[in-house]
């Protein structure tokens, strides 16, 4: 633990002026306040608050935001009251660890009245001085550096995942990429064990055969930089663990065919430099096409800025480089909470009290919300979501989410013109509806009266607003669905017996069924409560006889899985092709005698089943109520002595059933197996190929539909 002088000298080497007294009186308050308490670890309580301190002190911060650390337990954990700390450290002081204590009080609450309510008085602290989240930020980063000391691994879960979900991309967007790498990291290792393991084994014998490959390539890059005259501190490193996860699970390559495992930073002293530098390497190395990527001249919404490109090293290596200035180096650690630096001489730079624009939509989609879920809904959106700024005819600024398509300006603008709109014109050329628009477009919404909602939008549209109005005209039209279907049952059983049916025929068949009407018969049709052989029994007494009936889908109300956009009772059955599994898009299609069939929205049969006849595609979602679905997936694996007992192993692991195994191709150095497994979700079968992809034994898997 810090000591009380030792964490002084700290904040005086960068800010000769600090508030020393502030600084001694805030750390004798909280070592009293928090007393003989103890933290997991069995360390006193007190140096968590401390410690915090200390890392803030990294980032070269004020002594108020610092004696904030010192204090930001205190409310919480001890007696010490709001008006006590106001008392003795100022206004400014109170109010951040004001700020500091609502956001603590969210943590590991589910979505109720009161998480709503804190976040709000949260982000309306946080937006007047984001010091506040720099503290919070901080206090998370210790949590988890001693997370391993809590016992219980239900509560070290929902810790490391909240950090995952929340802290993480919250320093992200303050361009906080110091502490979000090890945030990341920390939460990963806690999630994925088994992943993270395998990652840093991998990393580690890949330097054992690569020898010192880094420090190579940083030397041949700082003597090509040399000869052309720029002054330039390279430094390599690997990617971290989390990311390389990240990318495993994105593509299908294995780990040693990941492109860019090590990055090489390029630091040069200033801007016309760092594009010297580029044109140096880009002429000495092939660019990999797309991948060169300039953030000077348009720096990231957080503020980052960098040149970034990757080229072929080698034959068999690609390696991406970053190139920056110093100043931009310390900015893209420390991202905003740089701006708070003290400038040499000691003079702090006026607090950068950014309005930051993402933190007003934040707070705006607060304030209207109607209920707690939907103020963490918007939360996630807000936060995780970069927005795309287009304009009205008349020039009205509208604001989207980004991938926003011109259905969602026009529900932006009004519901009415979203129902209503059948196409757009963007910057003036008439575009589809799907098209992504850019900042910055102006877009003219064209509608007509006959226009109303599709289905097929919600595939498409990025907005809440959009997505729920799109919705909402959905389930006014599932009656009409199931109607359809029934009707088209309906034609094409009556029509096997190729003779015309009268009214009165009709009726008499409605009545041995004991229903209403045709409405009534339509509707049990679609819900397969009575199948074509009833129906054909009843129009036709004894026309059945002999006849087996046919093998039905999985009847709704049995089957333990749930999909919206069906109405419940409709029969349905997962498309034995392409094994759609919960998480991915899926549509149905009717089809006469069988019900509705599932598949993924990229399946190839959708086009032979189109083909043949089969109605509209439904828009279908996973519901709640899922069990496991059958994913099939393809490894190819080293012709090697336990090979397929890792492959099996790592299934074992991840709770992976196996269904079916068989051996499709073979030879010398490589076996090609197909492996059917069951798995909750998209999200659990993404982690199974991207842990299979990063083991040695493993040369490629793919997930094989159709
Ligand atoms: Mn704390």
Redesign the pocket.
Known sequence: MLRQYELVDRVLAYDPAADEDLLNRAYVFSLQAHGSQLRASGDPYFS??IE?AGILTDLKLDAETIATAIL??TIEDTVATPEQIAKLFGPNVARLVDGVTKL?KIEGTTANERAAENLRKFLLAMSDDIRVLLVKLA?RLH?MRTLHFITNPDKRRRIARETMDIYAPLAERIGLYGFMDELQTLAFQQLEPEGYDTVVKRLAALRADDGDMVARTSAGLRSLLADAGIDADVRGREKRPYSIWRKLQAHAIAFEHLPDVIAFRVVVPNVAACYRALGTIHQRWQAVPGRFKDFISTPKRNGYRSLHTTVMHSERMRIEVQIRTAEMDREAEFGLAAHWAYKDGGDLTAPARVAYPWLKDLLDAVDHAASPEEVLEHTRLAMFQDQVFAFTPKGELIQLPAGSCPVDFAYAVHTELGDTCVGAKVNGRVVTLRTPLVNGDQVEILRSKAQKPDPAWEGFVASVKARAAVRRFVRQQERGQLLTMGRKLYDEVVGRLKLPLSEDAVDAALGRLKLADRTALYLALARQTVGDTALLEAVVPGSTAGLKPKKRGRAGPKAAISITGLTPGVAYQLGDCCHPIPGERIVGVGRAGSGIEVHSIDCARLAEVAGEGAGDWLDLHWGDATEGSVARVAAVVHNAPGSLAALTAILAHHGANIVNLTLSERDRAFHTFVVDIEVDDLAHLTNIVAALRATQAVVTVERVKA
Do not use: G, Y
């Open positions: 968590h608050p915090v930001h337990d603590s206090d949590n």
